[in-house]
């Protein structure tokens, strides 16, 4: 082709490497061979990258489950050719610190050649009479049978043993397939052998993350702030038919907005406290993300606006001809406004021309900020960079279609369709505001919608919609090299707080994927107005999620959250924060290096929050996003990166690549004021939690997963001990909560009824309060609803509910919506449906409550005597969650995004004749999943009689085992938080 192309070495490590590793499930196979090398016979790979071979291999190696060994490794080599090339291998083991085993044979070749190795007796030999040295000695079968071995490298004598049927019988088929029987990791080629040892070695045995290596992915994920639009029009009230709150907000978070302000030129104007309050009332009402709202000038309101100005996001002056009744061309006027506005708050003016420099004039004289709207000539650009370099407080915003598009562009769009104020301007003006970019303080939309028949018409008016196309436009420039990630950050999130004092939207951050390329359509999704002036330009980058205060609020073309859930920023509380100004140029050249002044200012924002005291790494990378494996919730990594001015970048999704180097940012959150409400009390009910402490323990024990997946020992509860009392049977809930204290380094006391003194009468509040003598924390169930309450009401201790009869099963709960999180990435919007027992399942009950905290709907397979109680229905119904009953699994699948499978309860039934009419009506089966969505998850609480069957566990929808393991995480979480660690 005539290209250059520079050669890479790949055995000697520079450049980018990867490496494929088999897989292959021989646990599932009993007596399959465990033979595996390089020939890739296998039912899967994993690759890797690396620096070098060796990284790439050991990370390869990890992401098949593979588990570095520690200390113990057992070598048994066949052959006297395979000793002697893996001589120096061994030599490096040995360096490494490891303890040595092996068969006879091989501990006689390596002891000869000054390697300390302890030999191990083979355990197959037939000693039928009896064998003192099986009496006398431990046996390699012995030693895997305890997991006493990190790591078995048995060599077959013959490379081609694995497929013959001798094989089957030597000593070397029985340790692998004992190995592998024990979970004891397992290595049988002498070439992966030699690599893996070196790998060791080099590597060491946790490789680190690598962005650059590690990230590499045809869909390029990004996580950005969540992203401000200071200047858009929604039109109401006065104009719905082109735009109201509802619309104009889902279009804003469709393209990545998290916070609009709202212009004044609405019908009535807001002009004073009536039409304020009216405006604000709409928005409370209608809008999906955050807003504020402009205060509009006119010519008699100067004396008024001072007295709500604390509300409003600023006040702007309307100086030049455009789309409004409040346009001043009357200096007095202006200098009346200029001296009665607050100066600590923001004027912000629609000014053309000339007009820059007599606006400019005026701010000059009151020594006091203004902010240029919509910059669009080169004149207009130069006047300004001008006073920027002669010390004048000035800032001022550009709009996409000023950027993209010149009057040139009108034979396209159409001269009527084509109306904008200011009008596109010449290539030249284009060129010169890109020349200038270090000028421009922010983007915005000046979202201005209109209906296409108004545009159309003989006097269309003046405006074009901008919500949804402004971040993929500005994007496309940034994949060309025009613009950087950190261009948009400054200018639609940084220099928009800093000047209109906006406050820090917690856990808010927008993901996009810059590699995705599509053509804009004739018309976006959700703006009213059904037309737009880039329809058909192709480009780079595309919206994918955006997270609201914790809440999915937009996911692939949806928007989740309902109108009303935005919030009016200026009614947040006040806090006083420093925040610099953007700074005046100094330089032509070089106007990003100016100093900041430091201005102290009072601004609003949400109350502080936890996730902000972690420190974490270099910002340079806080933007990337690893490769999802499958959605996540927020999962919110603790050590989350900050900017100077405070904002948290939110974490990266979970589930990195190469896991081994998350210790760190999987530390165990330090206190979180939201849950410190639980430290020392009674968790009784799923009623006790608001939304916004399960969204904290739920980040809690997403960290605290991460850090048991990555084999890091805690001990934030050793010296504590926890009673595990249950007076009903169990298997997940008593394990989970003992594993969880265990996990933490506390400890357990097991309580039995039959072997306590309960067989002697002692009733349940004595043996209770005498078990919080000897704990910290009591685990409780008790076949009777009530009674763990009642117990609760005795004790002095904190008791945590395990399950009260047919009453609840608060961390069950917990659980449930844990995994639906992790499963599907949000709760909210989805359908429910729950199948079994409805009357008896405690489980569902405590689930059904917990689920009022979000908007979802529920749907109801049983039979006709275990339907829900009706006390719980009208609950939920309070509530406005909608509800439904249907007769089959069939009729209820198509459309449901969560199935929960619960079993006919036999114990909880009077009689065999009732159990028997109710069991077995609804079986889920691999036919009846077909009818299912693609991303439908199976959950269910566990055991199981027939209900699911069998053949369903391979579905990947199938999450109830994936389920149980939550339990043990969100079990460590709530007894860490009960007992003050967090």
């Known amino acids: 082709m005539g290209e250059e192309v520079e050669p890479v070495g790949l055995m000697t490590g520079t450049g980018i490497v990867g490496v494929k590793v088999p897989q292959f499930s021989f646990s599932r196979l009993a007596g399959a061979d465990v033979v595996l090398g390089v020939e890739m016979t296998s039912t899967g790979e994993v690759a890797c990258f690396g620096e070098n071979r060796y990284e790439a291999y050991l990370k390869a190696m990890l992401s098949t489950g593979f588990k570095i060994p520690k200390k113990n490794i057992l070598l048994s080599i066949g052959s006297y050719k395979n000793k002697s090339e893996l001589l120096s291998t061994v030599q490096s083991l040995e360096q490494l610190g490891y303890s040595l085993y092996a068969s006879l044979g091989t501990a006689d070749f390596y002891t000869e050649h000054g390697i300390k190795i302890k030999a191990v007796e083979w355990p197959f030999e037939d000693c039928d009479n009896g064998c ?11 030693y895997l049978e305890e997991n006493h071995f990190d790591l078995v490298i048995n060599l077959s004598m013959r490379n081609s043993g694995g497929r013959r049927l001798s094989s089957f019988v030597t000593k070397g088929y029985r340790t692998r397939r004992l190995a592998i029987d024990c979970s004891v990791p397992l290595i049988t080629d002498i070439k992966c052998t030699k690599l893996f040892v070196e790998a060791l070695r080099l590597v060491g045995t946790n490789p680190p993350v690598k962005t650059h290596v590690d990230s590499m992915t045809s869909h390029k994920l990004i996580r950005l702030p969540g992203l401000i639009d200071v200047h858009v029009h929604l039109r109401e009230p006065g104009g719905t038919h082109k735009e109201d709150f509802d619309s104009g907000t889902s279009a804003a978070l469709a393209g990545g907005i998290t916070m609009v302000c709202a212009m004044p030129n609405t019908n009535p104007p807001v002009v004073d406290l009536n039409s304020f309050a009216l405006v604000q009332k709409l928005a409370t009402a209608g809008a999906r993300c955050d807003f504020a709202l402009y205060l509009g000038a006119s010519h008699d309101n100067a004396d008024v606006l001072p007295l709500i100005s604390n509300s409003a996001a600023g006040l702007k002056m309307y100086l030049n001809d455009t789309y409004s009744t409040l346009k001043m061309d009357n200096v007095s ?36 900020p203004v902010h240029i709207c919509h910059v669009a000539r080169k004149e207009e650009i130069q006047i300004i960079r001008a006073a920027k370099q002669k010390g004048l407080q000035v800032t001022c915003e550009v709009a996409p279609h000023h950027l993209f598009l010149s009057e040139e562009d009108l034979e396209i769009i159409g001269h009527a369709k084509g109306q904008v104020r200011p009008m596109l301007g010449t290539k030249e003006d284009v060129k010169a505001l890109w020349d200038n970019m270090d000028v421009i303080d922010c983007f915005a939309t000046d979202h201005a919608p209109h209906s296409v028949e108004e545009k159309n018409s003989e006097m269309p008016p003046p405006g074009y919609p901008g919500l949804e196309t402004m971040l993929p436009l500005l994007l496309t420039a940034v994949s060309e090299g025009r613009l950087s990630v950190d261009d948009l950050v400054k200018r639609l999130y940084e220099n928009p707080r800093k000047i209109f004092s906006l406050p820090i939207q917690e856990n808010t951050y927008v993901e996009v994927d810059l590699e995705q390329e599509w053509i804009i359509p004739s018309y976006m999704q959700f703006t009213k107005s059904k037309w737009t002036p880039f329809e058909g330009r192709k480009v780079k980058g595309k919206v994918r999620r955006v997270v609201l205060r914790g809440e999915v609020a937009y996911i692939d073309g949806q928007v989740l959250v309902p109108p009303g859930y935005g919030q009016d920023v200026r009614a947040w509380p006040l806090v006083g924060v420093s925040l610099p100004i953007p700074p005046p140029l100094t330089a032509v050249k070089t106007p990003e290096h100016s100093k900041h002044s430091i201005q102290t200012e009072t601004i609003r924002t949400r109350p502080a929050s936890p996730r902000r005291m972690a420190s974490g790494p270099a910002v340079d990378a806080r933007f990337h996003l690893p490769p999802r494996i499958h959605r996540s919730s927020d999962p919110g990594l603790l050590n989350d990166p900050m900017s100077q001015d405070g904002y948290v970048y939110p974490p990266p999704v979970s589930r990195l690549l190469s896991p081994q180097n998350l210790a760190a940012q999987a530390a165990p959150h330090p206190y979180s004021p939201l849950l410190h409400y639980f430290v020392g009390q009674h968790v009784l009910s799923v009623r006790q939690f608001s939304k916004d402490q399960l969204s904290h323990l739920f980040n809690v024990a997403h960290n605290l997963r991460l850090t048991v997946q990555k084999d890091r020992s805690l001990d934030i509860l050793k010296g504590k001990v926890m009673a595990s009392m249950f007076y009903e049977v169990s298997t997940r809930t008593s394990s989970s909560f003992a594993a969880a204290m265990q996990r933490l380094g506390g400890s357990v006391i097991y309580f039995s009824e039959a072997t306590s003194s309960v067989q002697k009468g002692e009733s349940l509040l004595d043996t209770v309060q005498t078990m919080c003598c000897y704990v910290d924390v009591v685990v409780l169930r008790h076949p009777e609803p009530g009674a763990v309450e009642l117990a609760a009401k005795n004790c002095r201790k ?7 009869g047919v009453g609840e099963h608060p961390t069950q709960a917990l659980l449930d919506i844990f995994t639906i999180r992790e499963e599907l990435g949000t709760v909210n919007g989805m359908t429910i449906t729950m199948v079994g027992d409805l009357k008896h399942g405690r489980t569902v009950h405590s689930l059904a409550y917990l689920l009022t905290l979000y908007r979802v709907n529920l749907r109801y397979v049983t039979p006709r005597n275990l339907r829900m109680p009706q006390n719980i229905i009208h609950f939920l119904e309070s509530r406005g969650i909608k509800q439904e009953e249907f007769d089959s699994l069939e009729e209820a699948l198509p459309d449901t995004d969560v199935l929960y499978m619960t079993r006919i309860q036999k114990e909880r039934f009077d009689s065999e004749e009732e159990y028997e009419a109710c069991f077995g009506q609804f ?24 209900e699911v069957s069998v053949e369903v566990d391979s579905d990947p929808r199938a999450a109830y085992f994936r389920q149980a393991e939550n339990g043990m995480y969100i079990r460590m979480a709530l007894l860490a938080t009960v007992l003050g660690k967090f």
């Open 333 to 368: 006027l202006w200098m009346e406004h200029f001296e009665k506005w607050p100066k600590h708050l923001p004027i912000v003016v629609h000014a053309e021309r000339q007009t820059v420099a007599a606006i400019l004039m005026v701010a000059q004289l009151y020594q006091r």
């Open 798 to 804: 904190p008791i945590i509910n395990a399950g009260d």
């Open 923 to 946: 079986i889920l089966t691999p036919h009846i999943m077909t009818r299912g969505k693609k991303k439908m998850v199976v959950m269910h609480p566990l055991p199981r009689v027939n």
């Open 132 to 142: 003192p040295l099986k009496e006398k000695h431990r046996s390699i079968v012995n």
